[in-house]
């Protein structure tokens, strides 16, 4: 690729598209710059993803899955009868049809900021359970979203599955934790929240999963530069930045980033940075939270009781939240 891309979604068409591009592009003017994980999830990142939910080195999806087949029974009594599942991020509605179905749901509302693709997994996850009534809303989950009006009241569940949480910063995770609870309906009807958090676990374990043997991370974290020269029209050149995952033990927390291979030269229109070589870009944290820390985030989100599951290792924890 050479000279300035042209941008396939043009720059500054719209209030929004501006605010985003302009976001992106402070961003990377930073003293340390930075890439939003959001832009991770194009076409072809989400892809990407998924292959990496199925990789040796990737436990966490596996895991996770483990804990809810094995004590399902136990978590379908903590959360009463015929709930009605909420999903922020619902992506392909795979995790959330097997839960309506262990859980017997009477409804499933999936929110995706990606409305095509989740109307499409809507319609299928409908077609499997036909007792369902299934729907979706494309909203931005990190935003207050809007519930339909007839959405009874009773025995709300929002399911938060795959450690989504630890990609946000602390505070803004107590943020989205009270959004989810304000998504709850009466508390003595049961429901409440079931999310799965990522454990500390050896550091060896850690770097793997996020620096896998085949490169499907690598790849995928070189793609935020794909997705970033289609948002702003930038000339990123995605082979000539390494890939570098590393546990931050002050933090306790996976950090990826993109290390350039030499010194470069990057344009957008109306501006660029130079960077040096072996200069960083932060692309994403991975928080690796304890249970009692977690359980501190939960109770300033205004969840006052908990119950957890955890496999034989302790390296990942299914919990069950409520007010
Ligand atoms: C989506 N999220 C929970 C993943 C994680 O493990 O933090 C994203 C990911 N990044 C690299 N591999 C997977």
């Known amino acids: 690729q050479s000279g300035l891309a042209v941008p396939a979604k043009v720059p500054g068409r719209t209030r929004a598209h501006r605010a985003e591009a302009q976001a992106i592009m402070d961003g990377l003017m930073q003293d340390i710059p930075s890439i939003s ?48 599942v909420i999903e922020p991020g619902a992506g392909n509605c795979e ?15 999936g929110i995706d900021i990606s409305a095509d ?26 935003q207050p979203v809007e519930l339909p009006a007839d959405l009874p009241g009773s025995r709300r569940l929002v399911f938060y599955p795959g450690s989504s949480i630890g990609n946000f ?14 998504m709850l309906g009466d508390p003595d009807e049961g429901g409440g929240l079931l999310i799965g958090i990522d454990l500390p676990k050896p ?10 043997a085949s490169g499907v991370t690598a790849a995928f974290n ?15 050149v995605p082979d000539q ?3 570098r995952a590393l546990f931050n033990a002050r933090d ?39 249970l009692q820390a977690f359980a501190s985030l939960l109770e300033s989100a205004g969840f006052r009781q908990y119950r957890s599951w955890t496999d034989e290792q302790g390296w990942f924890a299914v919990i069950h939240a409520w007010q």
């Open 117 to 142: 693709h989740l109307q499409g997994a809507v319609l299928r996850l409908q077609a499997n359970l036909p007792w369902l009534k299934a729907r979706a809303i494309a909203a931005d989950i990190t």
């Open 241 to 243: 930045w390494a890939h």
């Open 203 to 212: 550091v060896r374990v850690l770097e793997a999963a996020y620096d896998d």
């Open 37 to 84: 994980p959001k832009y991770f999830y194009d076409e072809r990142g989400s892809t990407l993803f998924e292959a990496i939910t199925r990789l040796p080195e990737y436990y966490v999806t596996r895991v996770e899955q483990s804990i809810l087949r094995r004590y399902g029974d136990a978590i379908a009594d903590s959360v009463g009868a015929d709930p009605i």
């Open 222 to 236: 070189r793609n935020v530069l794909e997705h970033v020269n289609q948002l702003i029209g930038s000339d990123f």
């Open 95 to 109: 995790k959330a049809r097997s839960l309506c179905l262990r859980l017997q749901a009477r409804e499933f509302v």
């Open 252 to 290: 306790s927390r996976v950090e990826m980033h993109l290390v350039a291979r030499r010194a470069q030269s990057v344009r957008w229109p109306g501006g660029g940075r130079d960077f040096t070589e072996g200069q960083h870009i932060h692309t994403e944290n991975s928080y690796k939270h304890t």
């Open 169 to 182: 910063e602390p505070g803004q995770a107590v943020r989205m934790l009270s959004q989810m609870r304000a």
